[in-house]
């Protein structure tokens, strides 16, 4: 299966690079191409200088959260007591994101190495990938990798010949996108439901297994090789705005576009570029309405806050949204605002794990509201209330999820209030029959 | 732990000095300060789900859970003086009740049940739960055991699977699915016949799990709670009678820290059908002309401290070892001058049922609530031993002791046989006087538990016809023997034993208060919720 | 109802050596829950009550406990499926690019006529779900574990061929 696209001349490509080229799946392909220089010069470096360079460069996770990399690595423990864990983060299942799956298919031994310097520098000896189950193909490509490493000596009693014993596993989800939520992973590992954790305490101090942890996305570790062998000065230089945002982003671009597809762009690109020229625009005819750029939890933009926003942490939050995990879901103007959000809300009403009653009850009953307008039925009353039912959802439970339903709800009540208004005046046709 | 660090923080203006590591919603309890919660309980481990004790903390942008935040120094905590912390408050009660049947006037738990309650003091009047919406529906399951399941009034608090899990140690309940149709489930196969199952009744803080066997047998607000100690087995857990008008209709764990923590076991719940009983003695009775005729106290007690003045020589007691401390000592003294055997005997069942989670909690084998009581006073486990002296003996004093086993022929050798008693065994026919005693639940008395704790019990409903407690019959008879005066109360009549009994050596039922003291140690026992 | 008697035992032999395997990757038995309950969906194609309590038992943990796990991941089958279990993909980047449609398709073209059912030839059950995380690549369908991507009403004719 070839890559969908050739890469676009204003795309920066590092982790992509090797996007649909099969032979850098394989350990020799990979090493042809430079592999496993990065981890062997990390083990060959004090674990704090890693987490110095890693912390220098400006990394921060791209699961969604932005946290620094390099800060979560330093707060585990540096008098090691206890076993340490590292856990990657491959449970990709936000709404529109669908960029680690590619790193796992074309470059799983990018994430391998990455893994393989994080453990080093966290002093963890088990490394735990934790792939969504749906991602089969994927699976059986690191799975694979995996094997290849073991077997070249890369990893296990004495990785890369060195002194530090690293062992990696694949953990196959089963189904649940809130293991995707760094303690609902360690939950799910520990053969658990996947239930998020109240913190404190943190992982770093009690994380899976009751042990010190350090949870990243793959992203993230995809980018660590690159970090230790250009360094961190060339990474932090990857930044055309905010000097907060630095190094490429791989952004999930799905929806109306002309040309969907993961795109490596270098942080504080304009999304209007990623749209209009990368992308390459929407279909004939028809025109943007509105973007939600950081998977499906973040609020939405209209066509003129998305064209006025730039791809970075800083960008997004000035235009009043999020850079999340980067999966950008682009509306043209035949897409119905209402029954999306109703599908958003479904899509939160189905992963809530049931724990938190402003998340069990709220995602439910948003999604009611939303079939009620849908229906023809729905009262200008009910607007306010979704908006009231989401401020009640919002910064009040264990994890995110319930604010992830009412952000962009919210957001759509707020922005595009026309089309509601049409439903329940009736000016649209009922688009569901209420149940 | 005296020395231990404590912090100092403001809880609705309250300042309040708590241990550090006391979490925000113990120390607001002990400032006052109720912060409303469903699934914390001091019992189980924190969940930290159902967000109702969310509290707004000086400082930090979001709101906190009261339960798992620990206090800290200088905190400013707001509860009820916080509009953001009320508004997320109703914002979880309205989310409760969406799915949430109002079949409050159908459902035992009304009247103390924490969502009705809640809703009533700070929710909403109105839904905005469209009526078009359906709710969640799932059958009633019969869970086994005394527990039945109404998923529908459910707010998944996850006490009940915790309290399994954790304390019970026997993994029989989980949370089923996710997101609103989640739901507490029970393996097919398993039931939930745990001896202290029925613990999850109590602490479901709806309607959600009922007792079978209290199912529509009363409304909580027609219930009289009196303070009593279980008469299940030599435990002691402290336990409420329940009653309605003359009956106790259900009997529920009294938190005691050093004895039952917050609970009791089933085989414990169900002590309160002996005390129903109908078959009960309810007039004093003396013999005359080979029969048992109806008397008034005075002539019967005079009758018994005449044949009591009228014997010397052995006297033998036998003596239940549920019978009060009180009624033990006194007992003892009226028959002060007897060359005395003094004995009980005790149903044992095999083994013991523990409650895994909870260190020296245990449905014991002994299954009567004093004989450390009656031992410390003399009494011994020789009921055979006892029953052979009877033969010869002078006297014969029973003392609510059901004869079970014991025929008119082994009481026969003293002729002088005087019965205290619940109800009338025929071999108890041939006593010379019969006087009619009352049962745990309608009188005052103290019991000492297997670990030397002495706790008191208080009278919860009246007793039947002229039916009296054996503290204040025995005392009668002493004073009527010239040896004493006649006794008011229980209290007064533990005095005097206190006096007496060095093991006692200082108590009273005011030291003892309502957690009870151990034996030798005769200050009050520390207060603990 | 499935009895107890026709539970076929899932780790025996082979499985059980390749469980035991597994177990060696995690400090606890608990943690190869989910791989366990993978094993037992390869062989049976769905996980009944009997085999949790299998699981449970080999696990040491309780049947009660692993039901709980075993409803949380909606990947595993609390029910038999048809021979192909085809899980559409509707979640909103997929939904506006004709999801839906393709859902219509194969209701229609595997006869299943409605969702979570099964085709009266016992082959294919049709199920939509949330987010495959394959949104670029609409709409994306795993047929068992053959994750196919650019699905369309019109393609899935053809499509189905190849699961006969």
């Known amino acids: 299966m070839g890559y969908p696209h050739k890469p676009h001349p204003r795309e920066t490509l590092v982790l992509s690079e090797h996007f649909g080229d099969s032979d850098a799946r394989t350990y020799d392909g990979w090493v042809k191409r ?34 620094p990399a390099g800060v979560k690595w330093d707060f585990m423990p540096k008098q090691k007591s206890k076993r340490h864990y590292l856990c990657c983060n491959a449970d990709e299942s936000e709404p529109g994101t669908f960029k680690d799956r590619e790193i796992m298919r074309w470059t799983p031994h990018a994430l391998i190495e990455g893994c393989a310097i994080a453990a080093h520098a966290i002093r963890a000896e088990v490394v735990y990938v934790y792939i969504r189950g749906e991602f089969t193909e994927a699976i059986a490509v690191m799975q694979q990798a995996l094997d290849e490493a073991y077997a070249k000596g890369v990893l296990g009693r004495k990785a890369l010949g060195s ?55 793959v992203e993230t570790l995809g980018s660590v090789p690159h970090i230790m062998t250009r360094g961190a000065e060339w990474y932090k230089s990857l930044s055309l705005s905010s000097p907060k945002s630095t190094g490429t982003k791989l952004m999930s671009v799905c929806g109306h576009v002309a040309r969907p597809g993961n795109f490596e762009i270098t942080m504080g690109f304009p999304m209007k570029d990623l749209i209009y020229d990368l992308c390459g625009g929407m279909s004939p005819g028809r025109t943007l309405k509105a973007v939600i750029p950081g998977g499906s939890s973040v609020p939405v933009l209209d066509r003129e806050e998305a064209e006025n926003c730039v791809l970075d942490y800083e960008g997004c939050v000035a235009a009043g949204t999020m850079l999340g995990s980067g999966g950008m879901i682009v509306f043209d103007d035949t897409a119905d605002m209402v029954y999306q959000m109703m599908r958003i809300a479904k899509f939160y009403a189905h992963e809530s794990c049931a724990q938190c009653t402003q998340c069990r009850e709220g995602t439910a009953w948003t999604v009611r509201i939303l079939q009620k307008i849908l229906s023809g039925r729905g009262e200008m009353q009910d607007l306010d209330l979704l908006l009231d039912v989401g401020e009640m959802m919002t910064g009040k439970t264990i994890c995110v999820l319930s604010d992830s339903c009412a952000a962009p709800v919210g957001s759509a009540v707020q922005k595009f209030r026309g089309e509601f208004e049409a439903y329940i005046k009736g000016a649209r046709q009922p688009a569901v029959a209420l149940v | 732990m005296a020395d231990q660090e404590r912090v100092t923080l403001a809880i609705d203006g309250m300042e309040i000095t708590v241990p550090k590591g006391t979490t925000i919603l113990e120390a607001a309890k002990q400032a006052g300060v109720l912060i409303p919660h469903y699934c914390y309980h001091p019992g189980l481990p924190v969940a930290g789900v159902c967000r109702m004790c969310l509290v707004e903390i ?24 916080s509009e953001q912390a009320k508004h997320a408050r109703q914002g979880v009660l309205e989310f409760l009740l969406i799915n949430h049947p109002l079949d409050c006037p159908i459902c035992d738990q009304a009247g103390e ?44 608090c996850t006490r009940c699977v915790r309290f399994m899990d954790h304390v019970a140690g026997e993994h029989v309940l989980n949370v089923s699915e996710r997101g609103d149709r989640a739901y507490i489930g029970i393996h097919p196969q398993r039931q939930l016949d745990h001896p202290w199952a029925g613990n999850v009744v109590d602490l479901c803080p709806v309607g959600s799990l009922l007792s079978k066997d209290f199912l529509h047998k009363a409304r909580a607000w027609e219930l009289d709670h009196t303070p009593s100690v279980c008469t299940g087995c030599s435990q002691g857990c402290n336990v409420n009678l329940d009653t309605r008008a003359h009956s106790v209709v259900r009997v529920r764990p009294r938190p005691n820290a050093e004895v039952n923590k917050y609970f009791m076991c089933d085989h414990g719940r169900q002590t309160y059908r002996a005390m129903n009983r109908g078959d009960r003695i309810e007039a004093p009775l003396v013999a005359e002309g080979g029969a048992l005729v109806a008397a008034d106290w005075d002539h019967t007690l005079a009758r018994a401290a005449q044949i009591l003045k009228g014997s010397s020589g052995t006297a033998v007691a036998l003596v239940s070892p549920s019978a009060s401390t009180e009624a033990l000592y006194l007992l003892k003294a009226v028959l002060d001058g007897f060359t005395m055997t003094a004995a009980f005997r005790v149903e044992r069942a095999d083994g013991e049922q523990p409650l895994a989670g909870i260190a020296g909690l245990s449905l014991r084998s002994e299954r009567a609530p ?13 009921f055979d031993r006892a029953l052979e002296a009877a033969r010869q003996a002078a006297v014969v004093v029973v003392l609510d002791e059901d004869l079970d086993g014991v025929t008119s022929d082994m009481l026969k050798g003293s002729g002088n046989l005087i019965y205290l008693g619940r109800a009338l065994p025929d071999v108890a026919r041939s006593a010379r006087v019969v006087l009619p005693v009352t049962n745990v639940a309608e009188e005052d008395g103290s019991f000492v538990n297997r670990d030397g704790r002495v706790q008191r019990y208080l009278q919860a409903k009246s007793g039947p016809g002229m039916a009296r407690p054996a503290w204040w019959i025995l005392s009668e008879l002493l004073a009527e023997l ?48 | 109802m499935h009895d107890a008697s026709t539970h076929e035992s899932v780790f025996d032999g082979k499985r059980r050596a390749r469980l035991d395997e597994i177990m060696k990757r995690y400090p606890t038995k608990q943690a190869a829950l989910l791989p366990a309950l993978w094993m037992v969906q390869e062989a049976h194609g769905w996980v009944s009550d009997q085999a949790m309590a299998e699981v449970a038992d080999v696990l040491e943990l309780t049947p009660a406990y692993v039901k709980g796990v075993v409803t949380f991941y909606t990947m595993y089958h609390q029910h038999p499926v048809g021979k192909y279990f085809i899980q559409v993909c509707t979640t909103t980047p997929c939904n506006i690019c004709g999801a839906e449609g393709v859902v219509e398709a194969f209701l229609q073209h595997t006869g299943c006529g409605e969702l979570g059912a099964t085709s009266k030839d016992g082959r294919y059950t049709v199920v939509e779900v949330e987010c495959l995380g394959a949104c670029g690549f609409a709409t994306p369908v795993l047929v068992n574990d053959d994750f196919i991507e650019n699905v369309t009403s019109e393609t899935v004719p053809d499509l189905l061929e190849r699961y006969r």
């Open chain 1, 163 to 217: 002194g530090t014993s690293i062992d990696m596993y694949i953990h196959r989800g089963a189904g649940a996108y809130i293991c995707g939520e760094e303690t609902a992973l360690m939950n799910s590992i520990e053969g658990k439901r996947g239930n998020p954790r109240i913190r404190p305490p943190f992982p770093a101090a009690v994380g899976v297994f009751g042990m010190p942890t350090t949870i990243n996305n």
């Open chain 2, 113 to 156: 049940c924490e969502l009705q309650n809640y809703v009533f003091q700070e929710g909403r009047a109105r839904t905005r739960y469209s009526p078009t919406y359906p709710k969640r529906f799932n059958p009633v399951e019969d869970f086994g055991g005394d527990v039945l399941y109404v998923p529908n009034r459910c707010i998944l």
């Open chain 1, 34 to 67: 430079g592999g496993y220089r990065a981890l062997e010069q990390a083990l060959g470096m004090e674990p704090q200088a890693v987490i110095d360079e890693v912390k220098a460069s400006g990394l921060r996770g791209r699961g969604g959260a932005g946290f």
């Open chain 2, 370 to 382: 004093n004989v450390a009581g009656a031992t410390l006073l003399g009494y011994e486990e020789s």
């Open chain 2, 58 to 81: 000086e400082g930090v942008p979001k709101l906190q859970i009261g339960c798992a935040t620990p206090a800290a120094e200088g905190q400013t905590v707001r509860v009820n003086e």
């Open chain 2, 482 to 529: 010239g040896r004493g005066e006649p006794l008011g109360s229980a209290a007064e009549a533990f005095e005097i034993l206190a006096a007496k009994e060095r093991a006692f050596d200082g108590m009273s039922y005011g030291s003892l208060g309502l957690k009870g003291v151990r034996v030798g140690n005769g200050t009050a026992a520390e207060v603990t919720a």
